[in-house]
């Protein structure tokens, strides 16, 4: 689109032209960044270290891992199973470059059967720490968790 020929039109018509032109404007710039932003390509998955006993779900569950997303948070993958289940153990430790600034509580995950629940934590050190579980445990997806930078 060349735009309206603002020059050629009458008072308050070269004003909505020249809003027009600035918006076609904007929208091909929004194009091309969105191209741009498109191109970018994402980390790769990194395997998220369990520890306390936790393991892979295993199966065709995703393994657990993370990465950081374009826009900057750190998303966490996969399927686990439990091991200690106890308030305060440490199930997987993020690497420096991946942990939230602070501590980020509230996460809470369904544990394979519909009265089953685990909170966690993510500590500022990376610490995936567990702060109350409910009913019994069998399987842990850890994909809701997704980590604000």
């Given at each position: 689109m060349t735009g309206l020929p603002a020059d050629r039109l009458p008072g308050?018509?070269?004003?909505l032209a020249a809003r027009v032109n600035g918006l076609d404007r904007d929208l091909r710039e929004l194009r091309a960044a969105r191209?741009?932003?498109?191109a970018v390509e994402l980390e790769p998955w990194q395997d998220l270290i369990l520890q306390a006993g936790w393991a892979p779900a295993g199966g065709t569950a995703a393994l657990p891992a993370y990465r950081r997303q374009v826009d900057g948070a750190v998303q966490l993958l996969g399927s686990i199973i439990p091991g200690t289940l106890t308030t305060g153990t440490v199930i997987a430790q993020l690497d420096a470059e991946h942990r939230p600034p602070l501590d980020i509580e509230g996460f809470r995950l369904w544990g394979g059967t519909t009265t089953a629940t685990l909170d966690l934590m993510v500590t500022a050190s990376g610490a995936l720490t567990i702060t109350g579980t409910t009913g019994t445990i069998t399987r842990i997806s850890l994909t809701p968790v997704r980590l604000p930078q």
């Open positions: 308050d018509t070269r004003t191209r741009i932003s498109a």
